[in-house]
């Protein structure tokens, strides 16, 4: 007979249980796969790292109001028929406890051609992946204001995603303008 108490029966059973639980992340692109889909007429993706020094860093945070957490933006130079097409900008942002990253596609002008999700690693919000929601950030430029409930259509249930995304695009716009124009 054990001396042990029987209330640290249901303790010791659920234990495994959430140390099990499935985790949420979900790859939906490869950065190459998403650079093919948001620009299907490349013919070459040029790496260009952009590192932002401390008084661009100051201007890219002031111009889109948010802070940026690294100096250094993944960039690519999009090539098409031997001339520059546009940008392919790789982000991350947080969505309520993890990262989201996606990417931004900017034409030659700097107008946003498209936006995909690549990784989203949320267990809710993962609505943001809706092309209509995304495809409100078409043809937005610098200096759009790109505020949730405004001119970007927020999602019950993925308020923060919705949220950090758009902050994101006017971060990544905002760094075209600085050190990409």
Request: with cysteine; charged share 20%; glycine share 6%.
């Amino acid at each position: 007979m054990s001396n042990q108490p029987n209330w640290l029966v249901v303790p010791a059973v659920c234990v495994p249980l959430f140390a099990a639980a499935p985790a949420f992340a979900v790859q939906y692109l490869t950065a190459e796969a998403a650079q093919k889909l948001l620009f299907p007429e490349a013919s070459t993706f040029v790496t260009h790292p952009v590192r932002l020094d401390d008084a661009q860093k100051k201007a890219v945070e002031k111009a889109a109001g948010v802070r940026m957490r690294y100096p250094e933006q993944p960039v690519w130079q999009v090539i098409a028929d031997g001339k520059p097409a546009g940008w392919f900008v790789l982000d991350e942002v947080y969505g309520k406890h993890e990262f989201i990253t996606y990417a931004v596609a900017l034409d030659a002008t700097g107008a946003v051609r498209g936006v995909e999700v690549l990784d989203y690693r949320e267990t809710h919000g993962g609505q943001i992946v809706n092309p209509k929601w995304r495809a409100q950030f078409d043809g937005k430029r610098y200096g759009a204001a790109l505020k949730l409930d405004d001119d970007i259509q927020n999602i019950s249930g993925a308020t923060l995603s919705c949220k950090h995304i758009s902050e994101g695009v006017r971060r990544v716009l905002a760094i075209h303008k600085v050190a990409l124009q």
